[in-house]
């Protein structure tokens, strides 16, 4: 009997064994395991993979609304057919052409500008559209107006017509050329325009700088503050739609020149004059770049530079690569540096400094209109308002003021439109493509809801686009643009980058793998025991009766 008890108690032990075993099994594998495996898992959020990749498949069209109104019928509908005709294979424009007949008696009295713009304001225009509106009076072949109106003549024909749209309000060829620039760089490469035009930001910061280089003889007499706030403020309320603009202006001193100007001896022996030579001016902004503090900001920054230029070195000229004076009847030099600034020369008066004596300080008073005239035409070439090319019998109506023209406007926003909407879908591929082949970035939800509205905004920019409403398309597009950018430099994406996978079993195998290996190794014990228990149970049972029979015979 005491055998019998004593295996009893063996068989207790071992059944509270296994079922310790089972208990630490239980907690380690199906509680301890799963919950390391939650907390150290990077937290992605869905994204919509799909949706991004079916960014490749889409189609920028521009459509663009344009009304000829001539005064026959027959002229009227030729035209819009050759016009249609002649886009119909324009890569991003889709031109909605109507015609109208317009009744002789409206332009038989306006032989003014000002009177046909009266006409002109008859018809009713979206932002983006163009009228081109036949005149009897009118000495040119084409008149472009300041408006959204083209205004040509009997005689004009329809080659004429597309030549200025072409080249001068749709700039379809351009227009192209930014979208498969951006697309594919390696492939395609960018005019001087694009080349020289900043690249699309939602804000600006444009830096205003005098350098008066030897403060001790020029004493220069101007109130910068006061033609930043009057001038070039006014002219950028004008692009206000298109980003924010923060103006900005400074003074330096003591900042020479690091080129030496050659000097070239004029028609009198007496007189001489200081030149530059075009392919030595890209050095003089490396220089310039260092002291004027343009970096201050994380926006693009575009700068306009006055340099007065001491009497020493003036006059001073830039000459061009054919050896030529780049003007000749101005004391105001300059040149562009494309997508950083412009930079202007002036030249104290002549007489002053012949006149001075060693040490004496001369006062300048710049010219002030010159000095504003220059700078606005650097500015709009900086954002993108390109030159116009000259076209035989065609003229413009001369800006008044300081403002725009609405049709130089429409195509600025087209630009930026397109090339919103292009950085927008590619900077998203690009994060697409990273998020799937690096699979220890976290993406939050903010991030998450970054690109989310980011492709929403894609896709409803373009429809807009297509429906021919330009400003709204350009919104949309430039708040894709801004969103796409901040999910793609959100700091968070980088928070575990330097903790990759390996490293990760690497750091938490040897803490759990002690504590693992006596757990697996009683799992087998924990199988035998529910699994081999009737056999055991069985081979006891007889053991316990052979016992009990043994010990019958010996009492016996």
């Known amino acids: ?37 939650h907390t150290t898992t990077v937290p992605r959020v869905t994204l919509p993979y799909a949706g991004i990749d079916e960014l490749s498949q889409l189609d920028i069209r521009i459509t663009t609304k344009i009304i000829v109104a001539a005064l ?5 509908k030729s035209l819009a057919h050759e016009i249609r005709q002649t886009f119909a294979n324009a890569e991003l424009y889709q031109l909605d052409v109507e015609y109208q007949v317009i009744s002789n008696n409206l332009l038989a009295s306006a032989f003014t500008y000002h009177e046909l713009e009266k006409v002109a304001s008859t018809f009713d225009l979206d932002v983006g559209g163009l009228l081109l509106l036949e005149a009897t009076n009118l000495n040119d072949a084409v008149l472009v107006g300041s408006k959204r109106t083209l205004y040509f003549s009997t005689e004009t024909s329809v080659t004429k017509l597309v030549q200025v749209l072409s080249e001068w309000i749709l700039h379809d ?22 080349r020289r035009r900043f690249p699309a930001s939602f804000s600006y910061d444009v830096l205003v700088t005098f350098v008066n280089p030897d403060p001790e003889k020029l004493k220069i007499v101007w109130d910068l503050k006061t033609m930043t706030e009057e001038y070039m403020q006014p002219f950028l309320d ?17 900042l020479p020149l690091d080129i030496n100007p050659r000097r070239i001896p004029d028609s009198s022996p007496s007189r001489r004059h200081f030149a530059l030579r075009e392919s030595v001016l890209p050095q003089l902004v490396t220089p310039l770049e260092k002291k004027l503090a343009s970096q201050v900001s994380l926006y693009p920054c575009i700068n306009l530079v006055v340099y007065m230029v001491p009497c020493d070195n003036a006059p001073l000229h830039i000459y061009t690569h054919s050896g030529h004076r780049s003007r000749t009847n101005s004391n105001v030099e300059a040149f562009l540096s494309p997508r950083w600034g412009g930079v202007i020369f002036i030249n104290p008066p002549s007489e002053m400094c012949e006149n001075a004596q060693k040490d004496e300080t001369i006062t300048v008073v710049p010219e002030e209109t010159a000095i504003v005239g220059t700078f606005l035409a650097q500015f709009r070439l900086l954002l993108g308002i390109p030159e116009m090319k000259s076209i035989d019998g065609v003229t413009t109506v001369p800006l008044v003021g300081l403002k725009l023209r609405d049709w130089e406007i429409d195509s ?59 400003k709204r398309s ?9 969103i796409s950018e901040a999910a793609f430099s959100d700091p968070t994406l980088l928070a575990l980058l330097y903790f990759p996978e390996d490293q990760k079993y690497a750091v938490y195998i040897p803490l759990f793998l002690p504590a693992i290996i006596p757990v697996i190794l009683s799992l087998n014990n924990i199988k035998k025991y529910y699994f081999s228990g009737k056999d055991s149970q069985k081979k006891m049972a007889c053991r316990e009766s052979k016992i009990d029979k043994d010990n019958r015979l010996k009492t016996e």
């Open 1 to 37: 009997m005491s055998y019998s008890r004593e295996l009893n108690i063996e068989l207790m032990f071992q059944k509270y064994r296994v079922y310790a075993s089972v208990s630490f099994a239980v907690l380690l594998l199906g509680i301890g395991v799963p919950l390391w495996w």
């Open 72 to 76: 026959s019928h027959n002229r009227a």
């Open 173 to 194: 060829k351009s227009l192209a050329l930014t979208k498969n620039a951006l697309a594919d760089p390696t492939v395609y490469s960018l005019d001087e325009e694009n």
């Open 238 to 254: 004008e692009l206000s739609i298109m980003s924010n603009f923060s103006v900005k202006s400074q003074w330096l001193y003591l």
């Open 412 to 470: 600025l926003l087209r630009f930026r439109t397109v090339e919103q909407l292009t950085s927008a879908k590619l900077t998203l591929q690009s994060l697409a493509q990273l998020l799937k082949e690096i699979s220890n970035i976290v993406i939050t939800d903010v991030v998450g809801n970054r690109i989310k509205t980011a492709l929403e905004l894609v896709h409803e920019s373009a429809e807009h686009l297509q429906q021919g409403d330009l």
């Open 474 to 482: 350009f919104i949309l597009s430039k708040e894709a643009f801004a």
